[in-house]
């Protein structure tokens, strides 16, 4: 009788555990939906970068875009994780303030400033890309 209720109880502890490991991995997934990118799109930027954030869970890149009328618009892009980039052979220097860049983006569906990185080129012609998007840049 013992050995049965033993039984028992580790299947219901499994069971909790199995059920508690399954309901904290949907906001997970849910963190890395790109839903919010229109990949039937394409946006290119041509600015100066402000900033190049090296962080996980996303590195990610501030530009600034003079618009049609002059005035300077700021544009934030979403890139893959460090890791991911270093494989590609980026360095948490690949991009510095200052630097003009022509950078394609996947925009926001909600037609904010910002979106998912595509590729960048460089004043000197240095191309980088995301380790996802094989295509390269089509300007």
């Not at 904290?24 to 970068?49: E, I, N």
């Not at 090296?54 to 934030?76: E, F, L, Q, Y």
């Not at 980026?90 to 983006?105: H, Q």
């Not at 910002?114 to 004043?123: E, K, P, R």
Request: glycine share 8%; proline share 6%.
């Amino acid at each position: 009788m013992r050995n049965q209720r033993n039984y028992r109880s580790a299947w219901y502890v499994s069971g909790l555990l199995f059920a508690a490991f399954v309901f904290s991995a949907v906001p997970a997934a849910a963190h890395h939906s790109a839903a919010m990118f229109d990949h039937t799109k394409t946006v290119k930027l041509v600015g100066t970068v402000v900033q190049f954030g090296w962080t996980n869970p996303h590195s990610w890149i501030s530009v600034d875009v003079p618009d049609a009328s002059g005035k300077t618009a700021r544009w934030d892009v979403e890139c893959n994780s460090p890791n991911n980039l270093a494989r590609m052979g980026w360095k948490s220097t690949s991009l510095k303030p200052g630097d003009k860049v022509t950078i394609l983006i996947h925009p926001l569906r909600n037609g904010d400033r910002g979106g998912s990185f595509m590729s960048a080129t460089l004043a000197d012609g240095t191309v980088l890309n995301d380790p996802t998007y094989k295509a390269g840049p089509k300007y």
